[in-house]
Nanobody, 120 residues
């Protein structure tokens, strides 16, 4: 199973970006999908999470600005980033709890990450 993120880049403060993360491989089911971020010198933190049923939760620092969504038919999770601030600068990583075909149980899978830089 592979997770591939896209959509990062350089944006000015107040701008927007949309990140995508597509899962591929021998997938039977995808449960919770999430976005994390890690800034230089800081610990990785959960940004947003969405269950297979569509329930969401967000870090307090991004509530009202970021929106997570998913397209189960495409095995893809999205993160809409609005009103971006310099402190949002980080590598954004996709995570998904996935059960592969012929496996006993689900495992957490990670993407390689996509850089988001907010600067004027």
């Amino acid at each position: 199973v592979q997770l591939v993120e896209s959509g990062g880049g350089l944006v000015q403060p107040g701008g927007s970006l949309r990140l995508s993360c597509a899962a591929s491989g021998s997938i039977e089911s995808i449960y919770t999908m999430a976005w994390y971020r890690q800034a230089p010198g800081k610990q990785r933190e959960l940004v947003a999470r969405i269950t297979s049923g569509g329930s969401t939760n967000y870090a307090d620092s991004v509530k009202g600005r970021f929106t997570i969504s998913r397209d189960n038919a495409k095995n893809t999770v999205y993160l809409q980033l609005n009103s971006l601030k310099p402190e949002d600068t980080a590598v954004y990583l996709c995570n998904a709890l996935i059960k592969e075909r012929l496996s006993i149980g689900p495992t957490h899978c990670w993407g390689q990450g996509t850089q988001v830089t907010v600067s004027s």
